[in-house]
């Protein structure tokens, strides 16, 4: 029978062809995933999440998939060098370590998969949805970047508000190595993009975006994200719970903002900054 004089054999066709095209991405999403979840890069959640941006990237074109795996592929290798030298340095200062979960996984690339989501949804506009995408992935690359190179060869870091000394790997402490660190990852994730042949517009305001995106993460970190104490220690933290088992107190900044909700919102800010950019 047919539909509208359409035989139903090209309907069966096309929807055969979204499923296959949805199973296909969802399967190299999910064995990419559960390679990073053995290698102790994600954790179960993490890994749940990075399959969902995946899928979701791979849907929009292999190409937003081979940039997402770029991101990370780098993000967690940068993360892994020196870890030893790095945990020793931040002495339970920051956040979290080690494997990802699925809040970080979402803050540095929800505003990503948002991006290939809107790509798939209205692609007449995917200049304008790659430019959110890439700065978005490019502001957490530049702030991972900073981070983990800052904390290995930047030496004492300072506010960036107002230059006081802060304790290594405290949000808002930047140092000058960190700050070529940030514009190098920045750089990374445009040039990535410039090798899959998307537009030179949009790779030179993904620097931009995801630097500026950086550099407010590191002020939000100075002033509103929540700072922590271990009465234990006497240490400033970001930590709920204290590397030594001590539960800690907030003593300043907004409960909301924690690392998390701070990466992605200077994701979301650098995406938007380049998405004005480019127009
Ligand atoms: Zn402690």
Known sequence: MSQRGVPRDIHATGRLSIL????????????????????????????????????????????????????FASASAISRFGAARKNARTAGVVAKGGARDALQVLANGGVFAVAAALALALPQHEQRWLALGIAALAASASDTWATEIGTLYGGAPHSILGWAPVPVGMSGGVTGIGLLAAIAGAAFIALSSLALGWPVRVAL??????????????????????????DRCNRAT?????????????????????????????????????????G
């Not at 990419?32 to 179960?44: E, F, K, P, V």
């Open 205 to 230: 305001a993904s620097v931009i975006g995801g630097v500026v995106g950086s550099t407010l993460d590191s002020v939000l970190g100075a002033t509103l994200q929540q700072r922590r104490w271990c």
């Open 20 to 71: 296959a095209r949805i199973t296909i991405a969802a399967g190299i999403a999910l064995a990419i995933s559960l390679l990073a979840w053995r290698a102790r890069s994600l954790d179960t959640g993490g890994a749940v999440a990075a399959t969902i941006t995946g899928t979701l990237a791979l849907l929009a074109g292999w190409r937003w998939g081979i940039l997402l795996v770029a991101y």
């Open 238 to 278: 970001e930590r709920a719970v204290h590397d030594c088992g001590t539960p800690t107190r907030p003593i300043s900044g907004l409960a909301a903002l924690n690392n998390d909700s701070v990466n992605l919102l200077c994701g979301l800010a650098g995406g938007l900054i380049a998405l004005a950019i480019t």
